[in-house]
């Protein structure tokens, strides 16, 4: 079993729709989760951390189950520029990080 | 912002040949991570260190090493350089504060490495 797994994707969505990921994980003594967002041969950039009591920002709400080892990643009014591969990430003890390997989001107009 | 640079965007090499990929970070970062990037396997750690002169080995170490004798420099070695090496390598820092509380890790823009 992977210690992070995402929804196998692609999603390929209209604009204006609200899109939905999700990443389980396998280490309960993970400390620390995000979600990264990585454009074709580009490196990964923080899109956001996730906190248990969940958070938001803008367009997108991240939420986090850790008795269910589930984290979530909300898109609303998706915009063209959403489309990307959305990493789910989460950091053990020392921090280390371990990616998922990815779902590729792609707005069509 | 940290700006994590590294040296090269695009390199070609020959089989057999040693290579040196360099990575610099500007904010003071103790820990530095090396990963390399394949389609369908997604990101997977090298090497990373967390502090000078100090390095642990990741998930696939072999093939490679790594050097760390400046807190802001983190070099990774491909000591014989084979074509199942090609692929996109990127260097990432991040802050670990005492707690062990992780801010993330920003990266470098990566270095596509082509080994023929």
């Known amino acids: 079993r992977k210690e992070v797994e995402q929804d196998p994707g692609p999603f390929n969505v209209p604009e204006g729709a609200t899109v939905a990921f999700n990443c389980t994980y396998s280490?309960?003594?993970?400390?620390?989760f995000f979600w990264y967002r990585q454009d074709c041969r580009k490196e990964p950039k923080l899109l956001m951390s996730v906190y248990s009591s969940g958070n938001e920002d803008g367009r997108f709400t991240a939420q986090l189950n850790r008795a269910s080892q589930y984290i979530s990643l909300l898109i609303r009014d998706s915009k063209l520029s959403d489309s990307a591969t959305y990493l789910c990430?989460?950091?053990?003890?020392?921090?280390?990080?371990?990616f998922g390997q990815g779902t590729e989001l792609s707005v069509k107009p | 912002d940290v700006k994590v640079t590294q040296s090269s965007r695009y390199l070609v090499k020959r089989t057999g040949e040693k290579v040196f990929l360099e990575c610099v970070q500007d904010m003071d970062h103790e820990n530095m991570f090396w990963y390399r990037q394949d389609p369908g396997l997604g990101l997977r750690l090298i090497y990373f260190?967390?502090?000078?002169?100090?390095?642990e080995k990741g998930d696939i170490p072999e093939g490679y090493s790594v050097s760390r004798e400046k807190k802001e420099r983190f070099s990774l070695i491909l000591e014989s350089a084979s074509t199942s090496q090609t692929s996109m390598y990127l260097c990432?820092?991040?802050?670990?504060?005492?707690?062990?509380?992780?801010?993330?890790?920003?990266f470098g823009s990566g270095t596509r490495l082509t080994v023929v």
């Open positions: 260190s967390y502090d000078v002169k100090m390095k």
């Open positions: 990432a820092s991040s802050l670990l504060t005492s707690s062990g509380f992780n801010y993330g890790y920003t």
């Open positions: 280490n309960s003594a993970s400390q620390s």
């Open positions: 990430v989460v950091t053990l003890q020392g921090g280390k990080l371990i």
